[in-house]
């Protein structure tokens, strides 16, 4: 009975052994792709924060990319939106930082989407930039006023209105995109849509010469509050954005070429200004000659209708002529009464000293 009893117990004990590796063994080896993130969400603390802006004007594309990229690895995160210029500022002057978005691991700061990546030990994605259009379009103005030999200003006429053109092809999208950082449409909305117009204006100004101090005004108001805009936006706010100085859908970033392209547009505006007020300056004093001719012709006349004291029917002469008497001895030198009382014209003319110490003497 011994052998019966020790069978069962030895097959029961097969059978349940046996049952137990077949339902523990998905435990003991789990799938490879998820050992990892098991791993890192152990690793995380629970509490992992992302701060971005998210305002009604501006998505920032590189908070999205750092909540795409916590859900891809199954990061549980708080998602805190800065929706105001006022609380984007507060935070990074809390924090000490110059942009957004900021990743924090408990009380430790990871950084950026970037860094984030890098904690991650991930790729990161590469900005979706291209500079491209920007290149194509003013090198092709470059060209055009080059071979129409139209200078500086003509350069600047033809790359102002394929701007405009480029803009108007989707003036909805440009407007949209203009506001995220222009001061002024920030301000007044419609002045996004009515920009295209100024600036095709602006160009054409340029272009013709007709209205050049109106057309340098308009460009120095216009350029240079493009400058400070940009400068804002990037330099201070640190905002990544498109410009939409080629159309509201490029991809051509906004910043130093944004910048420099509002600022020569300022800078031309100012130079026609001042050579068009100098120009006018130096017409206004030519446009008087006119009226100081009639004077200066009447003297002139004047001068020349005087006798000339130099000129003698006999040929020039270096002293003024004697009377004919005095030089003229008498035809009759010893009829001294005759030549006192006058000849023979009848008129008595006194004889000089010298006609009477010549007459002793002979």
């Known amino acids: 009975m011994t052998p019966l009893k020790a069978t069962p117990h030895t097959q029961h004990d097969h059978t349940q052994h ?15 792709p998820h050992t990892q993130p098991t791993q890192a969400a152990i690793a995380l603390p629970t509490s992992v924060k992302l701060y971005r802006m998210s305002t009604p004007d501006h998505e920032c594309p590189w908070g999205l990319k750092a909540v795409n990229l916590l859900n891809e690895k199954g990061i549980a995160f708080e998602d805190i939106r800065l929706t105001t210029p006022e609380a984007i500022a507060a935070f990074k002057a ?14 430790q700061r990871i950084g950026g989407y970037t860094d984030l990546a890098a904690y ?3 790729q990161a994605e590469a900005a ?39 803009k108007l092809m989707d003036l909805d999208a440009f407007a949209e995109s203009f506001a995220k950082y222009d001061l002024v449409t920030r301000r007044i909305k419609p002045y996004g849509k009515f920009y295209p117009f100024i600036e095709l204006a602006v160009g054409l100004g340029f272009l013709s010469g007709i209205a050049p101090l109106a057309t340098g005004i ?85 001068t020349s209708n005087q006798p000339d004291h130099r000129t003698h029917t006999g040929g020039p002469s270096t002293a003024h002529p004697r009377p004919a008497t005095s030089s003229s001895p008498s035809p009759h030198p010893g009829d001294h009464g005759e030549h006192m009382n006058g000849g023979h014209d009848g008129h008595t003319q006194p004889a000089p000293r010298s006609s009477k110490a010549i007459h002793k003497l002979s």
Request: charged share 10%; aromatic share 6%.
């Open 218 to 302: 308009g460009s120095l108001v216009v350029g240079a509050s493009g400058a400070v805009s940009v400068f804002k936006a990037v330099y201070i706010d640190k905002m990544a954005l498109n410009c939409a100085c080629i159309g509201g859908n490029s991809k051509a970033p906004l910043g130093i070429v944004s910048f420099a392209e509002n600022a020569i547009m300022a800078l031309m505006g100012a130079t026609l200004i001042f050579s068009t007020a100098t120009a006018r300056e130096v017409e206004s004093k030519v446009n008087l000659q006119p009226e100081l001719a009639p004077v200066a012709q009447l003297q002139e006349e004047a």
């Open 94 to 107: 809390q924090h000490d930082v110059a942009t957004t978005p900021q990743i924090f691991f408990g009380d």
């Open 128 to 166: 979706d930039y291209s500079y491209t259009p920007v290149v194509a379009l003013f090198s092709t103005a470059g060209l055009v006023a080059l071979s129409t030999s139209l200078g500086l200003s003509g350069f600047m006429g033809i790359s102002l209105s394929m701007l405009a053109s480029l």
């Open 120 to 122: 991650l030990e991930v």
């Open 18 to 32: 046996t049952h137990a590796q077949h339902t523990h063994a998905p435990a003991h080896h789990p799938p490879a």
